[in-house]
Every structure is written in C-alpha cells, then in structure tokens.
C-alpha cells in the first residue's frame, strides 16, 4: 500500500440517516411502477443491499457471477482481488424479480440474455425495452457514468441529500455495523477492505456516536421490503380465488 495513503473515517455528511432512507425506499417503491424507472430503482436497492462500489458493478453476470441464492462473486475489485458478497435479504427478493424477468422475455430476447447473463445491460433502443434487446449483436454492460445518473435521479426525484453512490456504499456498511447485523470483520469481507482494522478507522463513527444498538432495527429495511410484502399478499388472493 502506498505509504502516503491514509484512510480517514467518515462524517455524518457522508451516510444516509434511518429517516432520509425511509423518505428515498418509499419514492423507490413508487418509481419502480413506471418501465423507465426500473433500472434506476433496482440499483438503488442493489446498492444498499450489497455496498459495492460503482466500478463492481457493470461486470456482474447472472449465473456466472451472481449465484441463485444470491451471493456474488467480485472479479473486478479496486485491490485486484477476488471477492464474495453476500446479498441483503431486503435486496434479495428484488433480484430474484429481476432473475425471472429472463423468463418472461420473448425468445429472441431471451436467447441473448442467457448470452450476456448482464445485471445491467445497456439500452440500445429506448422505449419499455428494459434489456436493450438488439438482434445483431450481444448486449453489453452499462458503464460507470450511466450508474452515476440513475443514481442522481432517484435521489433527486426523492428530495433528499444530494450524496454520490459512494456514499450509498457508507450506508449500507453504516446501517449494518449499527444495527449489529454484520461484525467488522464481516463488513470488511463484504467491501473488500485489505484488513478489519481499515473497516474500523473508516467506520469508527459508528462507535463514537453512539450508533452501535444490537435491538435497534432501521425502519428503512421494512419500508424496502414493503413493495415485496404487497406482491406476496396479491399473489395470494390470486392463487386462492383461483
């Protein structure tokens, strides 16, 4: 590690709090409802739900880099090495929408989702055609800047603090160190910090400011899941009346 290298810890400038979460989880349940805003949505949860930094992203590959319980594989890391992350369970059902999503494509599409297997692949036409379905070639990832902007949409359509993705990434290690969900060995393991002392020089805050509370639950997680809960009830009715 370069020697003039030195991580310094977070501010409370640079993490949501349990209310602006709640505020932003409720806009997404919202948003999603509309074709153009289900890309941008799902990568606010996976965001939250995993803490990955933007550049880990557009590689990922269902099947390949994602498995069926949802567990990723990190091939393309800041420090170059590989890593496993598991998904949040407030992230995990939405991604299993999306998984399935691969089966309600008409065949053509289908053929070249299984070819690509992409989380987020590129738009090539616009329209509601989510999966930039093209019959020449192969679909390809969305980069980095694209991320950027779904992310600053969402956040501006839900009137809360303008903080970058990256700070979504402090969220999420924030809200699971608080709530004692996840230790820092555990949270180091999932952002992929060379060791558990970096993870707690970066998120010491949560000590300090008295966040660390094992009873305490963020209302967030249930206003996250709350879209999920709904669909269940509807499929029930439909499943009983049938």
Known sequence: MDSRFVWQPISRERYFTDAEMVTLFEVVNELERQPRWVDP????????????????????????????????LVRRSKSGRQRQVAMSPELYPFFKLREMSYLRASPARKKLLAESGLLFPRRNGGGEDLWGYDENRLMKPLNKRTLQMYWTRVIAEADVRQLSIHCGRHTYATMELASRRLTFKEVQSQLG??????????????????????????????????????????????????
């Not at 933007?54 to 990723?72: F, T």
């Not at 963020?218 to 269940?232: D, S």
Request: with cysteine; proline share 6%; charged share 25%.
């Open 193 to 242: 910090h060379g060791a558990e002392e970096t993870t707690r020089e970066v998120y010491q805050h949560v000590v300090v400011e008295g966040l660390y509370n094992p009873t305490w639950k963020p209302l967030w997680w249930e206003i996250a899941l709350k879209k999920i809960n709904e669909i269940k009830r509807v499929e029930e009715v439909e499943f009983t009346c049938a």
């Open 41 to 72: 949505c799902f990568l606010v949860r996976f965001v939250f739900g995993t803490g990955l930094r933007v550049g880990e992203i557009p590689p990922l590959r269902i099947g390949a880099d994602i498995s069926p319980d949802g567990v990723l």
